[in-house]
């Protein structure tokens, strides 16, 4: 297997896990989580305690890198073997992405529009207009950009794909900065990404990893190859801000152990993933690769809501063994049934399906 092929396999194989991953992120309530976890005594841990740092470490530390390698790959594919830049590489690369990221996005953040208001119109009960006020006073415009929070559009998870729209559009600045600044680039960016910073109209994170996937492409090097050397350091950059994320979150120095984790996780992740597939540890099957997009998109705005209901009325019993249990139960099952509904639409609705995946 060549560098290239191990290169292309990786990334493959590595969107059905990173998908499950950000499944996992969306399982929890993140601030309570870490609000409980802020206040633990590691002197007299509890069975309770046992349970929230199991939450707290994975879906709150180990799976936030799963929207970063995501970037990673974007912004190495997007600049993939490219030769040279001008305005209709440019323009053509907008074409393309307009179908494979801006309406996926539109749809997916109409959808649950559409099931919110029909569950409401079923009810009979007059909510359906206390929802439509709702909706309309907070603009349509808010639906796409900011109506979670402040911060997220209606389905939340697609923050990263809105973020890397933008990122997309802005790739002519991002390509002669990494080709003029070299890896100089990832220095100043990664400043910037450690001090929280945000610039007006993107998260500094998606530009930060954005960027850092670019470079390998845009300096012709690869990925694998790069990120293999020093991949001990990086592994124990990753353990170690791990164990500093567990016993110092919530204290002013949280944020830079996170940001390093961030980096480090990524790398190592990437790293981990090659190794397995070189020695032929892992089998890539490509229908869960195609599934990634489907599950990150679909899983959020009421499946998993809906199985966390199931869980809870099936299993009424919660001590801290029950609610780890449901906590890994709850994302699994939610993956299964995100898997079992693309395969139907994938043979029922092939073409509706290319549409809200971006023919992925």
């Known amino acids: 297997m060549t560098n290239e092929e191990l290169q292309s396999r990786t990334i493959a194989w590595l969107r059905f896990p990173l998908a499950v991953a950000i499944v996992f992120v969306h399982t929890v309530n993140s ?9 633990i005594d590691y002197s007299i841990l509890s069975d309770m305690d046992f349970y929230y740092l199991t939450c707290y470490l994975f879906s709150e530390v180990i799976f936030r890198v799963a929207t970063s390698c995501f970037c990673i790959f974007s912004g190495f ?53 206390i929802y439509l006020n709702e909706l309309l006073g907070n603009g349509i415009f808010r639906i796409f950009w900011n109506y979670q929070d402040g911060l997220y559009p209606y389905n939340v998870p697609l923050w990263f794909l809105r973020d890397l729209i933008i990122v997309v559009f802005l790739s002519p600045l991002v390509y002669y900065f990494v080709k003029y600044t070299k890896y100089y680039s990832l220095f100043i960016l990664g400043f910037f990404f450690s001090q929280d910073l945000w610039f007006p109209v993107v998260s500094i994170r998606a530009l930060f990893f954005f960027t850092i996937g670019a470079c390998f492409s845009i300096h012709g090097k690869n ?62 099957r490509p229908f869960l690769s195609k599934t990634s997009f489907f599950i990150f998109a679909s899983h959020c705005f ?51 399906l290319g549409i809200l995946t971006g023919s992925r």
């Open 223 to 284: 990925m694998i190859v790069e990120l293999r050397k020093g991949k001990w350091l990086w592994l124990s950059v990753s353990i170690i801000t791990i164990v500093l994320l567990m016993c110092y979150n919530g204290s002013d120095n949280s944020h830079y152990f996170y940001v390093l984790f961030q980096i480090a996780g990524c790398i190592t992740t990437i790293n981990i993933a090659s190794h397995l597939i070189k020695n032929g540890r892992v089998i890539i």
């Open 77 to 129: 594919l997007f600049f993939y073997k490219l030769k040279e830049w001008n305005r209709n590489i440019y323009f053509q690369k907008i074409k393309r992405k307009t179908r494979t990221l801006v309406i996926p996005y539109i749809l997916w953040n109409i959808i649950p529009i559409v099931l919110a208001v029909l569950r409401a119109f079923m009810k009979f009960d007059g909510s359906l207009s």
């Open 302 to 352: 009421a499946l998993l809501w809906s199985i966390q209901k199931m869980v809870n009325i099936i299993i009424d019993y919660n001590n801290a063994f029950i609610l780890t249990i449901k906590y890994f139960m709850v994302p699994t099952i939610c993956v299964c049934v995100c898997l079992v509904v693309y395969y139907a639409a994938q043979k029922t609705i092939p073409r509706l």
């Open 31 to 39: 601030n309570e989580i870490r609000e409980y976890v802020s206040t």
